[in-house]
């Protein structure tokens, strides 16, 4: 099994609906990460957590939110998809520090 | 915040050469990531080298930290090794910062 489990790995959505992306770790890390990546450009941080009660906003938070409901679990919501949601999305994960991260195979989210 | 640029935005190689990617920071770091983005998206981390040298078959990266850059050496390349290749780094805030990525293509 992958260190990093993200569902689902393609997703459909009309504007307007709600939809969640889920992440589950098998790392042990405290910190996740949300990522966002749009075609032909870096990925850019939604939002990320140290701990269960940590979540702090990234770069590109609004219209988004998140839920740490375990240690091992990290799920991003978008409230009413729009269209410039589309995008791939990422989660990860790390141990801090000058430990290197581990990315999760990413969400391919389209919203028409 | 940090900064990351990465050079060049895009290149195309020929099976079989030798190509440098670089990636440039504007503050110190203490964390710098190499990735492999392959064509259906998947991040592929290739090396965690916040200082110093490492290599990896036909890969091999250099970070020289005190110059804020770090390199990436595709030898004999493969068209396999098609995709992106993104530089991320960590600066004091625990928050991995992307550069923009090379675009790489390699023809048979």
């Known amino acids: 099994d992958a260190d990093v489990t993200q569902t689902p790995r393609n997703r459909i959505t009309k504007t307007g609906k709600r939809i969640m992306l889920e992440c589950s770790q098998t790392?042990?890390?405290?910190?996740m990460y949300w990522y966002r990546q749009d075609p032909g450009l870096g990925l850019r941080l939604i939002y990320y957590?140290?701990?269960?009660?940590?979540?702090n906003k990234g770069e590109i938070s609004d219209g988004y939110s998140v839920s740490r409901q375990a240690q091992a679990k990290f799920s991003l919501s978008l409230e009413s998809a729009i269209p410039n949601q589309t995008a791939l999305y990422f989660c990860?994960?790390?141990?801090?520090?000058?430990?290197?991260?581990?990315f999760g195979s990413g969400t391919r989210l389209t919203v028409v | 915040g940090i900064q990351v640029e990465q050079s060049p935005p895009d290149l195309i190689l020929q099976e079989g050469a030798n190509s440098t990617l670089r990636c440039n920071f504007s503050?110190?770091?203490?964390?710098l990531q190499w990735f492999h983005q392959n064509p259906w998206g998947q991040l592929i981390n290739l090396f965690y080298?916040?200082?110093g040298t490492k290599q990896n078959g036909r890969l091999s990266a250099t970070t020289v930290a005190t110059e804020r850059y770090s390199l990436l050496y595709i030898s004999s390349s493969q068209t396999t090794d098609s995709g992106v290749y993104f530089c991320?780094?960590?600066?004091?805030?625990?928050?991995?910062?992307f550069g923009a990525g090379t675009i790489l293509r390699v023809k048979s």
């Open positions: 990860a994960t790390s141990a801090g520090g000058s430990y290197g991260y581990t």
């Open positions: 790392k042990g890390h405290d910190r």
């Open positions: 957590s140290f701990d269960v009660k940590d979540i």
């Open positions: 503050d110190s770091v203490n964390n």
């Open positions: 080298i916040p200082s």
């Open positions: 991320a780094v960590v600066s004091g805030g625990n928050k991995l910062v």
